[in-house]
């Protein structure tokens, strides 16, 4: 059983920054591969993107490359997702998930992640 708690959400000007963190407790951080997924009200949940057990390599959805860096810190057994420039569409509540899976690609399908966090809400103004 692994535990997950996002922070770092809140209120942005489109074009700042904002930088989140998903902070583990539980079974072996180390093990598992870590995704963030975003769901806006009326649409349906979104990878965003996702990093390698080892920190080793990582996969992001088109919406956000170049914009968005996800990086693991396995002794602090968090995982973070900074994202620059954004963008009013960039505004959901981000969730962070884990998966135990850990052979193959890197994977973007909420439903191969075996546990969840609550999520953190990012609201981006124009």
């Known amino acids: 059983q692994v535990q997950l708690v996002e922070s770092g959400g809140g209120l942005v000007q489109a074009g700042g920054s904002l930088r989140l963190s998903c902070a583990a407790s539980?079974?072996?951080?180390?093990?598992?591969?870590m995704g963030w997924f975003r769901q806006a009200p009326g649409k349906e949940r979104e990878f965003v993107g996702g990093i390698r057990w080892s920190g080793g390599s990582t996969r992001y959805a088109d919406s956000v490359k170049g914009r968005f860096t996800i990086s693991r810190d396995n002794a602090k057994n968090t995982v973070y997702l900074q994202m620059n420039s954004l963008k009013p569409e960039d505004s959901a509540v981000y969730v962070c998930?884990?998966?135990?899976?850990?052979?193959?690609?890197?994977?973007?399908?909420?439903?191969?992640?075996?546990?969840w966090g609550q999520g953190t809400q990012v609201t981006v103004s124009s």
């Open positions: 539980g079974r072996t951080f180390s093990a598992y591969d």
């Open positions: 998930a884990a998966d135990q899976y850990v052979w193959g690609t890197i994977s973007n399908i909420g439903a191969e992640y075996d546990y």
